[in-house]
């Protein structure tokens, strides 16, 4: 695919996952792991309902810009019916990816996938983790309790 098909499709699915972010809102009775970009105070809140190691529900909610509430949309799509062990080996590729490093697993993201483009715009990687870091909170959490 070609450099400019590949950031129209990645614009087009920002804006789509933006404006009607999935699995936006609060799980009943799970308690939210809540994160803020400490660059522009933008807040990301994720619960997750995990038994026997396993995502069995996952909500966000909260206030960001484009890029952060669409890769937190993108996140709750890929990591629903994941492992915990999974959840983190993504996290820790998606991260990897956005920081530039090339990846034959980049794929297994969905169309989170498609965030690698962030890479070019450092200032936007804070924006673009702030879910997964999230993610990495909440799991940590859980592990404890
Ligand atoms: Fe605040 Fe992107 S500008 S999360």
Same mark, same amino acid.
């Given at each position: 695919?070609?450099? /400019?098909?590949?950031?129209?499709?990645?614009m087009t699915l920002v804006r789509e996952h933006a404006k /009607?972010?999935?699995?936006?809102?609060?799980?009943?009775g799970q308690e939210a792991v809540q994160l803020n970009n400490p660059t522009c105070g933008d807040v990301i809140s994720l619960?997750?309902?995990? !038994?026997?190691? !396993?995502?069995? #529900?996952i909500a966000f909610c909260g206030h960001g810009c484009a890029i952060s509430i669409a890769s937190a949309?993108?996140?709750?799509d890929i990591l629903l019916g !994941?492992?915990?062990d999974e959840a983190l080996a993504l996290a820790t590729l998606f /991260? #990897?990816?956005v920081s530039g490093q090339k990846n034959d697993r980049q794929k297994d993201l969905g169309d989170a996938a498609l965030m690698a483009?962030?890479?070019?715009?450092?200032?936007?990687?804070?924006?673009?983790?702030l879910a997964w870091h999230?993610?990495?909170?909440a799991i940590e959490q859980e592990e404890k309790s």
């Open positions: 695919m070609g450099l /400019s098909r590949l950031h129209h499709l990645y /009607s972010p999935h699995h936006f809102g609060q799980l009943e619960s997750l309902e995990i !038994k026997e190691k !396993k995502i069995e #529900d949309s993108m996140m709750t !994941k492992t915990t /991260s #990897d990816m483009g962030v890479a070019q715009f450092p200032q936007r990687i804070k924006c673009a983790t999230a993610l990495k909170k």
